[in-house]
């Protein structure tokens, strides 16, 4: 009790102390309160809606079994590439145990139907020669449509990390988002998935070409390299590619690989110009010492055999001693 | 990993009790204890799980009955404030006052699941390589409860709740970083016109009603869903099915802000579908030495006088040295009984069950 006593004592004080600072400080700030009627329940809420749905079946949305010939591709879907082997499994299991899940389409005023979603089951239905799949129809525009695609495919499925750097650029540019933050919050990921899915988009073009035809090539943390080796090697996007080509028939290969295979053609063209020795002569014009640079180190060749290599080793090393005081 | 056992004075730490009772019951309940071997006392050494198991004993024996069932949030808008924490605390803290918890990861970064010990990056092969327990794995998580997940058919609550202190201790519904799929399913919805909104308060209604054999959770007194930063559909849908949200707010940072949203997202919930949880404001980072500490609590309670829960959590860098040690797998309530952010943390648990009504 007695503890209380103080501790409202010594807020109170507080409360004097900040009472002059806190009415600046709130000045303009709007605090929004909570509501404060009662909320209903948990059963009410539901018991609502279920009632609400009931009245909304408007036939806007069901589901059919329609002709697989008439189910066009969407325009707007993502995925550049279907991988065949999955496409196959999708085909067994779909004969093993039937569709579980509707495809979800719309229907265009020709009376033919688009995807919005199932591009992978609709081939792998066609793959295994059915006719009809089990579809949910829905009314949507276009604008709703495109994001529907878009968005539909980026939850479902493993989309590669370009496929979805170019989804998420789209969906900037279309307007539904303005930005990182809006498109993670719309695709459900977080913003650094974001931002390194959209980094592929931003190297070359002559990598975003074998990206178009080889998407799952590699992902974004290959891609830091070779923005890496973009910068390193400005000159160099003939080798770097050649690099990255070399991936399309060996797939074991990384990152690491095509740093040392850059490196290896870059560093060994560019050195054999540049490394001349420097002479050092004599007033006589003798030379006395070659010094030249080879990768870290610093070859120092001693030419006359009468000068003492450790009196030159001390000055080297005293030389550096003050290089490194000096920048400290 | 071999967890530390417990001597006889942490578990009436634990339990709220005395050291004498703690012996007394553990005898009557008939739970087998080790005993410390050697030639020294045979001193009882307590695992956790028989911590948690003495805990419903005297729950049993007591013939505590909760008043009600609760379903809460924790949320802030805010990262970093202590929503994990609080969650993982008071989901351990609960159940040893003997209330059944169940404790829902709603965040696919994974820090609550973690913190019980779960390794959301853990493949069967390579638990299986390293010797590490299959069920260190996370498996499935609470998005493949849910209708939107469209996989070919829902998994058996069982094998996706974990039990990281045995069956008397708290349930969890662990998370993985394919949870944040379940938010796009939801803006898929929303664009097909279908209302995803109440998707989380329909499984929640039936399942503590027992509606659905497979999905019961008829048998939990507390429900808590530790959810992300993120403003996102997951959160609202959590926000709306309870009945309570609990905000951590840092009193290291000025949160007036994050609170404030958080009263306009009820509001908004409350003018659109009536229903909405009750605010409950959490101070953590406390630090009553602070002017600007004091500052802000200062503002918070004239403006939230309602919402203000009256215990506060003090900054501690306990906190931090439970993460980084062996006992990583247990929250800092019981890796650390006696230490002063436990009282408080306790303090807080008896606070908010008070406050809800529950006992
Ligand atoms: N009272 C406290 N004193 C000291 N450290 C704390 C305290 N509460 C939480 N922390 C530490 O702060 C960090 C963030 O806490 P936590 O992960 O619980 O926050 P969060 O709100 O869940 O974060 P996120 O928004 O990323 O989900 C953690 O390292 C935690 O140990
Ligand atoms: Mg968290």
Redesign the interface.
């Known amino acids: 009790m007695n503890q209380k006593k103080t501790e409202a004592e010594?807020?109170d004080e507080?409360?004097r102390?900040?009472q002059q600072?806190?009415a600046t400080?709130?000045n303009g700030?709007?605090?929004?309160?909570?509501?404060s009627?009662n909320?209903?329940?948990?059963?009410?809420?539901?018991e609502?809606?279920q009632n609400a749905?009931l009245v909304n079946q408007d036939g806007?949305?069901y589901i059919e079994t329609i002709a697989v010939n008439l189910v066009d591709d969407s325009p707007w879907q993502p995925r550049s590439r279907y991988d065949e082997g999955y496409i196959q499994a999708l085909g067994e299991m779909l004969q093993d145990?039937g569709q579980?899940?509707p495809i979800?389409v719309r229907k265009l005023p020709t009376g033919r139907f688009e995807l919005i979603?199932g591009h992978r089951r609709v081939r792998a239905a066609r793959l295994i020669g059915w006719s009809t799949i089990k579809a949910q129809i829905?009314v949507?525009n276009d604008r709703?449509a495109e994001?529907?695609t878009l968005?539909?495919n980026?939850?479902?499925v493993d989309l590669t990390d370009y496929e979805k750097g170019l989804a998420y650029r789209k969906s900037v540019d279309r307007g539904f988002a303005k930005n990182q933050t809006e498109v993670a919050?719309?695709?459900?990921?977080?913003q650094a998935r974001v931002s390194q899915c959209l980094s592929l988009l931003s190297l070359p073009l002559e990598v975003k070409d074998i990206l178009d035809k080889y998407p799952g090539l590699f992902g974004y943390r290959y891609g830091v390299v070779v923005s890496d080796l973009m910068k390193e090697f400005p000159l160099g996007i003939d080798t770097i590619t050649q690099g990255i080509e070399q991936l399309i028939d060996n797939n074991e290969l990384n990152s690491d690989d095509l740093r040392s295979f850059v490196e290896r053609a870059l560093l060994n063209r560019s050195r054999s110009p540049i490394v001349k020795p420097t002479i050092v002569s004599n007033l006589q014009g003798d030379s006395m010492f070659t010094v030249k640079i080879k990768n870290n180190q610093i070859v120092i060749d001693i030419k006359d055999e009468n000068i003492d290599k450790n009196v030159v080793n001390s000055l080297m090393i005293d030389a550096l001693r003050n290089l490194v005081l000096s920048n400290q | 990993m071999e967890r530390k056992p417990f001597k006889v004075q942490a578990v009436a730490n634990l339990l709220g009790t005395t050291v004498d009772s703690i012996r007394r019951d553990t005898d009557e309940s008939g739970i087998l204890i080790q005993r410390q071997t050697g030639d020294g006392p045979k001193t009882r050494l307590f695992s956790i799980e028989n911590i948690f198991e003495l805990a419903r004993f005297r729950a049993k024996k007591i013939g505590l009955t909760p008043k009600r069932k609760v379903i809460m949030t924790i949320y802030a808008p805010k990262g970093g404030v202590g929503k994990t924490t609080v969650a993982s605390n008071l989901s351990t803290l609960f159940p040893l006052m003997g209330l059944k918890t169940l404790v829902i990861d709603l965040d696919f970064q994974a820090n609550l699941s973690m913190s019980f010990g779960y390794d959301a990056e853990l493949t069967h092969e390579q638990a299986l390589d390293d010797n590490i327990p299959i069920d260190k794995c996370i498996d499935y998580h609470f998005g493949h409860l849910m209708p939107q997940w469209q996989a070919s058919s829902t998994p058996p609550l069982n094998d996706v709740i974990k039990k990281p202190f045995g069956e008397f201790g708290p349930h969890l519904i662990p998370s993985e970083v394919s949870l944040d799929r379940l938010e796009a399913l939801f803006t898929l919805d929303t664009i097909m016109g279908k209302n995803p909104e109440t998707t989380i308060a329909k499984f929640l209604y039936e399942g503590m009603n027992g509606t659905n054999p497979d999905l019961d959770l008829s048998s939990y007194d507390v429900i808590l869903f530790d959810a992300p930063p993120a403003k996102n559909q997951t959160t609202r849908g959590a926000l709306l099915a309870s009945d309570y949200v609990v905000a951590p707010v840092s009193m290291e940072r000025y949160s007036t802000k994050s609170v404030s949203y958080l009263a306009k997202v009820l509001g908004e919930m409350e003018s659109s579908l009536g229903k909405y949880p009750e605010l409950l404001i959490l101070g953590n980072f406390y630090d009553k030495t602070r002017l600007r500490v004091a500052a802000q609590v200062i503002t918070l309670v004239n403006q939230y006088k309602d919402s203000w829960v009256d215990k506060s959590i003090s900054s501690s860098e306990e906190f931090k040295k439970v993460l980084s040690s062996e006992d990583y797998e247990l929250p800092l309530a019981v890796a650390k009984p006696s230490s002063n952010a436990s009282v408080e943390l306790r303090a807080v648990a008896q606070a908010l069950v008070g406050r809800m009504g529950v006992l």
């Open positions: 010594f807020n507080l409360r102390k900040f600072d806190m400080k709130n700030m709007v605090m929004t309160k909570p509501p009627t909320s209903k329940s948990l059963e009410a809420l539901i609502d809606t749905q806007n949305n145990r579980d899940d979800i979603a829905v949507l709703d994001l529907a968005v539909s980026e939850g479902r919050r719309l695709f459900g990921c977080t």
